[in-house]
């Protein structure tokens, strides 16, 4: 097979979190009196990790120390609700289970907190899934390469026999960061013309277009 590694990026690639994340958000910033943002608006902030995406929204008057209190309110919330309307997108089991039985280690990076991340895996995505980080203690956030190498090296895989699956220009800087081939999918948080934009070299629309492209000899 052309890889021996698929390392998946979450939030719009696997899973559909969209719905927990912005009802969590506008109920944070409701809780304020401040503006509530449109979906377009709270899906474009999507992917560089959860305090951009709450501090995306909050007005810069607020104080910085008041700013992080509604941070945390935000990560409460989040934490409690991450599970209440996200699920995978169509296909995505079994995409995971035929790269299962193809040979391929399967691992799961992300910008999003690690106790929610964990929840989610292990809730759908746990009999597929070797090794899954998110934001955590020693790993900077993507674009910087550091998760992508960490789970690459805890799994025993060389770059070359690895690849990058994402929804958003975010994956894109992470895999050219990490030197790793990149596929994007456009049925996430970014269209096909925003990946093409971005420079996305690859770009697929179903996971059974992603299974083939993974299984097939170099």
Known sequence: MRYRLAIFDL???????????ADSLCCCLSAEGFPLPSPEEIRAHLGNGLAYLVHSFIPAAVPETRQDEIFQKFLACYEMHCADKS????????????????????????NKKDAPLQMLCRRFL???IDLATGERDGLRLKPA????EFLRRSLSVSTADTVYIGDSEVDIK????AGLDCISVDWGFRSHAQLVQSGASRIVSSPEELYRI?????
Request: proline letters at 6%; a negative charge.
């Open 145 to 148: 390469a550091d998760g992508a």
């Open 126 to 128: 746990a009999p597929y």
């Open 174 to 177: 992470t895999a050219k960061n």
């Open 87 to 110: 699920a995978p997108y169509p296909g995505i089991i079994s995409l995971l289970s035929r790269l299962k039985e193809a040979g391929l280690k399967l691992a799961v990076h992300s």
């Open 214 to 218: 993974l299984t097939m000899n170099s």
């Open 11 to 21: 939030d719009g690639t696997l899973i559909n979190s969209f719905d927990d994340l």
